[in-house]
């Protein structure tokens, strides 16, 4: 129906009795509002339910059980020439500590006056993590001086009986299971009543590196923490200045022409290059033609710089556009040259933008696995990478990557790794977007 | 308008600062300026006025060349200051700017504060030797732009934070501070209230002591009032140039008649 077909004289009416034709309208406006408000709730539901179900699976990654044992650095096991030779104390292999820790274990039971039936000493020692040898070697190696002294030590528990107080494990479910007998947990549960075994916070989580498939109890993020910050370094130093450039040489200086218009059409479409594309570009580029190492953060972070180049640039080129037009001519026509008035009075106002595109680019870059596993980065690490820039060429993994890692294994203790791993990563991403919101509220200009 | 006092005015002794000769100006396929010539006086106010789209501003801005910032935008003719043809080869823009300083038809201060504005230019171009001399530039711009009592209490102030009015009169305190030669304004009172406009105004006539000034305006009053000659742009064309008070008073063409009578425009 259009106007026209009114003509002739309209009925008269009141403006107090709303008309068919309002009403209608009035209704679909009303519907409108409620399938928006529909939209909106449902994704915040569905963010809310994905938040809460990785709180709900991750917070036990960074509870862990410890168990406190007074161990003998005996010093006919560990060091037999009893000359105090740290190499010659080197030469015992965490294997060797076993018997110790089985000694320390024995003698809290007796002090505690525990009694098992049908448990034997070897495995009452189990309870404690294999981890736990290594922790005590590391320890006598650091400290040789120590040996033949009676030291206290928390020692990890073993995942099964960490997933015992996490309630992942029961006596029924220690009935069938090989790792772990309900013997061995009911010396758990008397040793948390006697005050030796306890769960607290879980500074390793954090600072660990990786662990073998026995050793959840063992696994944190520590090489994987390194590798991402590694790379996030490198793709800043990187990505940055080559992205900036890039946008004022395209929006400020660049003649316009069919060239140009080119090569803006493809950094669009860079942008919404798949990312395992990058992955196999790396791949071939820096790994198989350059020689760069298998694994390291260089060739990652080199990936990722030219994943996030086309954020930056676009991101940048959108923050100069913005830049009024009469501050240009206002710096030209004080005689300023073209670059004065780009790097006096442009660049300034619109680097909260470019800041701000920036931190959204590494936040994506962040969180990037695809690539990474092309290149590598999937491997098992255990060692610390060195201090950079040595450090950039030495294997590493990266906190997405290590996430897609321990959700193979499977032991669940690794699940619930996977889970708090999750969890440390959307910290570091909240990180840097508040990062970015709190720069752009405090450096944006109005005019 | 006081007719008697534009027929005084005399400006035939001043020497020629800006000659321009059959100057055409090619936006794209658009023929914007249609063979311009004009003579422009030194230390005298010329107004260039006309309807809007007749290439009064599109010829403003080639006598700094801020036409080049355009890509499509051609320039063909003769411009000579003091005789030094400005689209020669060997000419750099940025120089020549130095010596037009131009004024902007909206106040467009730095968001930088008022002293930095003001210092801007003598700072890139290296006028003052040390703080002290950059101090006195500032303060003597200030000063000619009528704007030094009102903020000499906040230097540091943005001077974005102005009012319109003392916006465009730090605009013009930029543009001295640099100390041109010729000052070009486009519109500088089109977003001024009455007020403002009358000290701006004021200022110009004080300005032409020292510059030659050109300015592009709507306002036929205004021209009247600040100017000593009057060119009369129409469709791309230099219909007439000559005696403010001439053009005024007694107009040779009957467009410029008809203009100044608000028949057409």
Not at chain 1, 21 to 27: F, G, M, S
Not at chain 1, 222 to 228: D, F, Q, Y
Not at chain 1, 248 to 274: C, G, H, M, Q
Not at chain 2, 65 to 71: P, Q, V
Request: charged share 20%; hydrophobic share 45%; net charge negative.
């Amino acid at each position: 129906m259009t106007d026209a077909a009114h003509s002739g004289s309209p009925p008269r009416s009141s403006i107090l009795t709303p008309d068919a034709r309002t009403r209608k309208r009035n209704a679909a406006e009303a519907r409108f509002k409620y399938y928006g408000l529909t939209a909106v709730c449902l994704g915040l539901l569905a963010l809310v339910v994905l938040l809460v179900s990785i709180a709900i699976n991750g917070a036990g990654a960074f509870r862990q059980t410890y168990i406190t044992l007074d161990v003998p650095l005996s010093a006919e096991v560990l060091d037999p020439e009893g000359n105090r030779n740290p190499a010659d104390i080197a030469r015992v292999i965490s294997f060797g500590y076993d018997a110790l820790i089985e000694d320390a274990m024995e003698a809290k039971m007796a002090e505690a006056g525990i009694s098992i039936d049908g448990l034997d000493a070897g495995d009452a020692a189990d309870i404690v993590s294999s981890e736990a040898s290594a922790q005590v070697r590391y320890f006598v190696l650091a400290n040789p001086e120590e040996v033949g002294t009676v030291r206290e030590f928390d020692l990890l528990a073993n995942g099964r009986i960490d997933a015992f107080f996490k309630g992942r494990v029961t006596m029924a479910s220690a009935e069938r299971d090989s790792n772990v007998s309900p013997e061995q947990l009911r010396l758990a549960e008397a040793l948390k009543e006697d005050g030796a075994l306890v769960q607290r916070f879980n500074w390793n989580f954090i600072t660990n590196p990786d662990a073998s498939d026995q050793r959840p109890e063992a696994a944190g993020l520590g090489v994987a923490i390194l590798g991402s910050a590694y790379m996030m370094l490198i793709v800043l130093v990187l990505a940055l200045p080559i992205g900036v450039a890039a946008s004022i040489y395209l929006e400020e200086f660049a003649p316009k022409n069919r060239f140009t218009d080119i090569i803006e059409v493809n950094i669009s479409n860079l942008a919404a290059v798949p990312s395992i594309v990058f992955g196999i570009l790396g791949l071939a580029i820096f790994i198989n033609w350059a020689g760069l190492p298998q694994s390291a953060p260089i060739v990652g972070g080199l990936v990722l710089t030219l994943m996030t180049l086309p954020t930056i640039i676009i991101s940048t080129r959108a923050s100069l556009k913005s830049v009024p037009p009469s501050i240009r001519a206002a710096a030209l026509g004080v005689g300023a040259s073209k670059m004065q008035s780009v790097f006096h009075h442009v660049l300034p106002l619109a680097a909260p933008g470019i800041l701000t595109g920036t931190i959204i680019g590494l936040a994506q870059a962040l969180g990037e696995t695809a690539p990474l596993l092309l290149i590598g980065m999937v491997a098992f690490v255990r060692e610390f990478p060195d201090a950079p820039p040595d450090g950039f060429f030495d294997p590493a993994s990266a906190l997405p990557v290590q996430i897609y890692n321990w959700t193979q294994r499977a032991d669940p203790a690794f699940v619930e790794r996977a889970s708090g791993a999750i969890i440390v990563l959307l910290v570091f991403l909240a990180i840097m977007n508040t990062l970015a919101i709190v720069l752009r509220r405090r450096f944006e200009r109005r005019w | 308008m006081n007719d008697m006092r534009l027929i005084e005015r005399d400006s035939t002794m001043k020497d020629t600062k800006i000659s321009a000769r059959g100057v055409q100006v090619w936006y794209g396929d658009t023929h914007a300026i249609k063979d311009v010539s004009v003579e422009i006086a030194d230390k005298t106010v010329t107004a260039f006025i006309g309807p809007s789209g007749c290439g009064k501003s599109t010829f403003l801005r080639c006598l700094n060349r801020m036409n080049d910032t355009i890509d499509v935008a051609r320039v063909e003719g003769d411009i000579r200051i003091d005789g030094e043809d400005i689209y020669d080869r060997k000419v750099d823009p940025v120089q020549l700017r130095a010596k037009v300083g131009m004024v902007f038809q909206k106040p467009n201060p730095f968001p930088k504060s008022i002293y930095d504005n003001v210092a801007y230019g003598p700072k890139i171009h290296g006028l003052a030797k040390d703080r002290a001399d950059l101090d006195g530039i500032v303060e003597r711009a200030l000063r000619r732009a009528a704007l030094w009592e009102e903020v000499k209490d906040r230097l540091s102030a943005a001077g974005t934070g102005l009012s319109g009015g003392q916006q465009q009169r730090l605009c013009i305190a930029r543009a001295v501070a640099t100390e041109p030669e010729v000052l070009l304004m486009d519109e500088p009172c089109s977003a001024l209230d009455p007020i403002a406009t009358g000290q701006v105004e004021e200022l110009i006539d004080e300005l032409k002591e020292n510059y030659s000034v050109v300015i592009v305006t709507h306002s036929m009053q205004q021209a009247a009032r600040v100017s000593q000659k009057t060119a009369f742009f129409h469709l791309g064309d230099l219909v007439e140039y000559g005696e403010t008070g001439q053009i005024f008073t007694n107009p040779q063409d009957r467009r410029t008649e008809s203009y100044i009578t608000g028949r057409i425009g």
